[in-house]
């Protein structure tokens, strides 16, 4: 069954320094998704991504945070500069986009910030 | 925000049927009804979905309220495995629309 995958599964980084978490969304899905949980938090959407650009956001995703898709795979989410507030659980999402249109996960990164 | 309301918790005895309820009284016409778990810390999985008509798969089966304004997910055959946070999201299918996810229902599956 196709899968998206997340890397890396844990990483652990300094307040301040800059993180690139990466997904690998199903192949031919059009929709790609970002979303993060906070320790014993709810699941809370941060960007949706269509044809190149980011096509709904939250207030979550302030200008600290940039989402990417350098090449027809993979797509990032980028921190510029971490805080402790940024520890959570990041999840990618992809969907096709059409029909039902289910939203497929990824088992997520952990991001721990020192 | 969530449009739907759920119970925060609910025990059901391995091998029982679990009915998880979910009221969307403001849904619209055009907006489905998922059933997402997640279980620890994985991601969300997906279960089920519906529009108007019960729905069944090898997961859970659907039931949708002839008013559309309630649901409820039937898992028919408990197990400890299916011990999870479900949630119930309404939403338009065929656009990039975000799934809003509430709280959910925590479900403990007891031996």
């Known amino acids: 069954e196709p899968e998206v995958t997340q890397t890396p599964s844990h990483q652990v980084t300094q307040m301040g320094q800059e993180v690139i978490l990466r997904c690998v969304p199903i192949?031919?899905?059009?929709?790609f998704y970002w979303y993060r949980q906070i320790l014993g938090q709810k699941v809370e959407f941060l960007v949706s991504?269509?044809?190149?650009?980011?096509?709904?956001k939250s207030e979550i995703f302030d200008d600290q945070f940039s989402v990417e898709r350098p090449d027809g795979s993979n797509f990032t989410l980028k921190i510029r500069s971490t805080k402790l507030e940024d520890s959570a659980m990041y999840f990618c999402?992809?969907?096709?986009?059409?029909?039902?249109?289910?939203?497929?996960f990824g088992a997520g990164s952990r991001l721990t910030v020192l | 925000d969530a449009k739907t309301t759920q119970p925060t918790s609910m025990d059901c005895a391995e091998g029982r049927a679990a009915n998880l309820p979910c009221n969307h009284s403001?849904?619209?016409?055009?907006?489905?009804v998922y059933w997402y778990r997640q279980i620890h810390s994985q991601g969300p999985q997906y279960i089920i979905h519906?529009?108007?008509n019960n729905e069944t798969n090898e997961m859970a089966s659907l039931i949708i309220t002839e008013d559309r304004k309630s649901s409820t997910l039937i898992l028919p055959h408990a197990t400890l495995r299916d011990t999870a946070v479900y949630y119930c999201?309404?939403?338009?299918?065929?656009?990039?629309?975000?799934?809003?996810f509430g709280t959910g229902t925590s479900l403990t599956v007891i031996p």
């Open positions: 991504f269509y044809n190149n650009e980011i096509s709904e």
């Open positions: 999201i309404v939403r338009v299918a065929d656009t990039g629309n975000q799934f809003y």
């Open positions: 192949s031919n899905h059009l929709y």
């Open positions: 403001t849904i619209s016409g055009n907006e489905y």
């Open positions: 519906g529009l108007k």
């Open positions: 999402a992809s969907s096709q986009g059409w029909g039902a249109n289910v939203l497929t």
